[in-house]
C-alpha cells in the first residue's frame, strides 16, 4: 500500500533537497569567488545572513511551486519516495560541501 501524503508535505519535502543542494553550491561559490562573497555582503551588510534569506526565498519559492504541479494537485509521490529524496539531497549537500574543503583546502 502506498501511503501518499499531502501536497504540501510532499512540495516542501522536496523544497528541503533542493535547497540543501543549492546551500552547498551557494558556500562553494562564496569560497571560491571573492566578487560572489562580496555582492552578498553589500546586499545586508553579513554575507551569510544574505545566504540565508537566498534560501528562505528559494525554499518558499519552490516549495510553493512544487505544489501547483499537476493542476494545483502538488507531486503525488510516496511518503518512502519523498523521504529518499530528502535523505538524498540532504546527503549531496554534505558530500558536495565536505569534498570541497577536502580537495580545495
Known sequence: MENIVSKYTNSFGLSVALCSVINALLVVAKEKSHAISG??????GYQWVTHVVILL???ALSGYLFSCANG???PKISAHRLVGTIVAGVVMGCLIITGFY???D
Not at 39 to 44: A, C, F, G, S
Request: charged residues 20%; glycine residues 6%; hydrophobic residues 60%.
Open 39 to 44: 555582492w552578498l555582503q553589500k546586499v545586508t
Open 57 to 59: 526565498i528559494l525554499f
Open 72 to 74: 494545483r494537485k502538488g
Open 102 to 104: 577536502l580537495i580545495a
